[in-house]
């Protein structure tokens, strides 16, 4: 029997322009689809990473808009969720967008989608850190049946859990084959500091932390460490990310959820000290304290459901992702700079209110 694959399927990617999505994209384009839709209103994303190619049908908008789920095709085979408002920080600073570009995005596509003909599954980017425990203690993997607790540090997260409520109503009440995947920190090529509007705040250029490292050990500028970096995350490459998705959809369970996370814990501090190693930053780091909404401290995902369930394991590691994003970061330094710069005035604006 044949392995399943995406050959000859209408497939849509809902924030296809983004640094996940513009991944996904391309390792879908390998199998040979149909089509694939994009939808996207590139609010945190650029018009550059969506991707040439004859196949690609790109529908620039918010998918909140009916006139775009209006015309939608009739039938689709797979859909990924992958659009929201990007993110912690930025969702603290206005909770009201978040809620407009994350929870109302969900329940407006979930509800145009029950009514979908030959839809095989809908794949929801969950979050990880919605769910992991508050700790700074030693940390211990995160299962995909970890409590979800009432209390969060911000309305992103907020968003990302009612997400997987509404999934898991409308698969139970319209069958809609829904799949969660719970993201750990992704990082990699196509990231860019500065893409998209400015949503009123320094994240709009300062972004995860990945990214922002890079740029600034490449300028050799002092990494801030925020708790002095002992903090830690499960860095996953973009690529790997891509593949864990593409894995979900032939074969994930609906109603189920995975991690997708490469299961190896990294503090902040050894990322950094890694970055600054690998482009020759002498500029020693920026000793922080905690950021005061921040409890998230240590964790990683448990990689056990996804390896048994989907095939799927991560299989590039953190120096060697990072040595492939900072290629990336300096073939297109002037790129990212045209994005940062285009919110100076308005970070300028902003601080001085």
Not at 132 to 158: C, G, M, N, Q, R
Request: net charge negative.
């Amino acid at each position: 029997m044949s392995q399943a694959t995406f050959k000859d399927a209408t497939l849509m990617v809902v924030g296809g322009a983004g640094f996940v999505g513009s991944n996904l994209v391309l390792k879908l384009l390998e199998q040979n689809p149909a089509k694939v839709i994009i939808v996207d209103n590139l609010l945190s994303s650029d018009q550059s990473n969506v991707v040439d190619d004859p196949r690609v049908d790109f529908r620039y908008g918010s998918i909140t808009d009916d006139q775009i789920l209006n015309n939608l095709p009739d039938t689709l085979d797979y859909v990924w969720h992958l659009s929201c408002f990007h993110g912690n920080q930025s969702s603290i600073a206005d909770p009201l967008a978040d809620h407009e570009n994350n929870t109302f995005t969900t329940l407006k596509l979930f509800e145009h989608l029950k009514k979908t003909k030959g839809l095989k599954k809908v794949v929801y980017a969950a979050a990880g850190c919605a769910v992991a425990e508050k700790t700074f203690d030693d940390a211990s993997a995160t299962y995909e049946d970890a409590p979800v607790s009432l209390y969060h540090d911000s309305p992103y997260s907020i968003s990302k859990i009612i997400g997987e409520l509404y999934g898991n109503y409308y698969w139970r009440q319209h069958d809609l084959p829904f799949v969660k995947c719970r993201f750990q920190n992704v990082y990699g090529p196509r990231e860019m500091l500065g893409a998209g509007s400015w949503r009123g705040t320094v994240h709009t250029v300062w972004r995860n932390v990945t990214p922002t490292f890079i740029w600034k050990s490449l300028n050799h500028e002092a990494l801030p460490l925020d708790n002095g970096g002992n903090a830690s995350r499960d860095f996953i490459f973009v690529e790997d990310m891509a593949r864990g998705l593409m894995a979900a959809a032939l074969k994930g369970e609906p109603g189920e959820i995975y991690n997708l996370a490469s299961g190896v814990e990294t503090t902040i501090r050894d990322l950094a000290e890694m970055i600054n190693e690998i482009t020759g930053n002498p500029t020693p780091v920026d000793l922080k304290p905690a950021r005061d909404w921040d409890r998230s401290g240590k964790r990683f995902g448990a990689t056990e459901k996804s390896k048994e369930k989907l095939g799927f394991e991560a299989q590039v590691g953190v120096r060697e992702g990072l040595e492939k994003t900072i290629a990336w970061t300096k073939e297109n330094r002037d790129h990212i700079d045209g994005l940062m710069k285009q919110h100076a005035y308005f970070m300028k604006q902003a601080q001085a209110k």
